[in-house]
Nanobody, 115 residues
Framework: QVQLVESGGGLVQPGGSLRLSCTFSGSFFTIYAMGWFRQVPGKERKFPAIIDSGGSTNYGDSVKGRFTISRDNAKKTVYLQMNSLSPEDTAVYYC?????????WGQGTQVTVSS
């Protein structure tokens, strides 16, 4: 069974930066695709960033050039570096792991961008 634990959320001013971390508990981390999704109340969950098992990345249009996803296979951890944050980035951020038909989610971490 896979468990995902996010950390690093919080309150940041517009223009600031945050780095989210997601620690993976379980086996075969290296073959999982990992992603960060975000959700605001009343709206569907959307993805800002995905990194596959080979290290290839994909980003949502709204975060390209500002967010960077990376993974440390030795630490079984995936990161989301978020720069130039704006109030529109305010959301609960969820870590996701996917292997074939198996998908797992973390509990989410709140990111609030406000002055």
């Amino acid at each position: 069974q896979v468990q995902l634990v996010e950390s690093g959320g919080g309150l940041v001013q517009p223009g600031g930066s945050l780095r989210l971390s997601c620690t993976f508990s379980g086996s075969f981390f290296t073959i999982y695709a990992m992603g960060w999704f975000r959700q605001v109340p009343g709206k569907e969950r959307k993805f800002p960033a995905i990194i596959d098992s080979g290290g290839s990345t994909n980003y949502g249009d709204s975060v390209k050039g500002r967010f960077t996803i990376s993974r440390d296979n030795a630490k079984k951890t995936v990161y989301l570096q978020m720069n130039s944050l704006s109030p529109e980035d305010t959301a609960v951020y969820y870590c996701n792991s996917r292997l074939g038909a198996s998908t797992f989610w973390g509990q989410g971490t709140q990111v609030t961008v406000s002055s």
